[in-house]
Antibody
Framework: QIQLVQSGVEVKKPGASVKVSCKASGYTFKFYGFSWVRQAPGQGLEWMGW????????NFAQSLQGRVTMTADTATSTVYMELRRLKSDDTAVYYC??????????WGQGTLVTVSS | EIVLTQSPATLSLSPGERATVSCRASQSVNNYLAWYQQKPGQAPRLVIY???NRAAGIPARFSGSKSGTDFTLTISSLEPEDFAIYYCQQRSNWPPAYTFGQGTKLEIK
């Protein structure tokens, strides 16, 4: 069965960086792109960016340009999201999601990232 | 940038009633419009994709429609497990960029 398994909880100080991983299984990795979506406590969903697993092309939300990087390792079927210069309002649950051409059909379990001094 | 505005923010209904959730786009969009259901402590779940197609395992009581820039999620007869938050989402053609509505909480009356 298709699974997206994300790395565990992170606690970071303001100004630090965080890198979250998402390992996919149960399908051909390079056939689908990925997005990352985050959700601050008690808030709605915010799309962060997208990566093609076949070409490594990326597209990021304007609000995160310059602070976010997304990479894909086809050898291990894993995608990564790195967010730099963390601020307190980056505290959120971060989800990797498989892109099925216009929607997101599989979601990781979420990774809680807490930014606190 | 396209803005998706959902209404109402909260919908209070009883099991067996019909639920209608709206999502209005700020400008003309393609048919990459999806709906997600999220329950407390869980990741969102795809319910409807491409305006009106039910995702795998979604019951037939869920349906989606479009009229111009207005999109609607309808649940024909609410079951207890349907009470959740629903989000609409739209994707641009290329490169992919997604926008979410602010969410509609469907609560038990």
């Amino acid at each position: 069965q298709i699974q997206l398994v994300q790395s565990g909880v992170e606690v970071k100080k303001p100004g630090a960086s965080v890198k979250v991983s998402c390992k996919a299984s149960g399908y051909t990795f390079k056939f689908y792109g990925f997005s990352w979506v985050r959700q601050a406590p008690g808030q709605g969903l915010e799309w962060m960016g997208w990566i093609s697993t076949s070409s490594a092309d990326t597209n990021f939300a304007q609000s995160l340009q310059g602070r976010v990087t997304m990479t894909a390792d086809t050898a291990t079927s894993t995608v990564y999201m790195e967010l730099r210069r963390l601020k307190s309002d980056d505290t959120a649950v971060y989800y990797c999601v498989r892109d099925r051409e216009g929607s997101s059909d599989y979601w990781g379990q979420g990774t809680l990232v807490t930014v606190s001094s | 940038e396209i803005v998706l505005t959902q209404s109402p923010a909260t919908l209070s209904l009883s099991p067996g009633e019909r639920a209608t959730v709206s999502c209005r786009a700020s400008q003309s969009v393609n048919n990459y419009l999806a709906w997600y259901q999220q329950k407390p402590g869980q990741a969102p779940r795809l319910v409807i994709y491409d305006v009106s197609n039910r995702a795998a395992g979604i019951p037939a009581r869920f349906s989606g429609s479009k009229s111009g820039t207005d999109f609607t999620l309808t649940i024909s007869s609410l079951e207890p497990e349907d009470f959740a938050i629903y989000y609409c989402q739209q994707r641009s053609n290329w490169p992919p960029a997604y926008t979410f509505g602010q969410g509609t909480k469907l609560e038990i009356k």
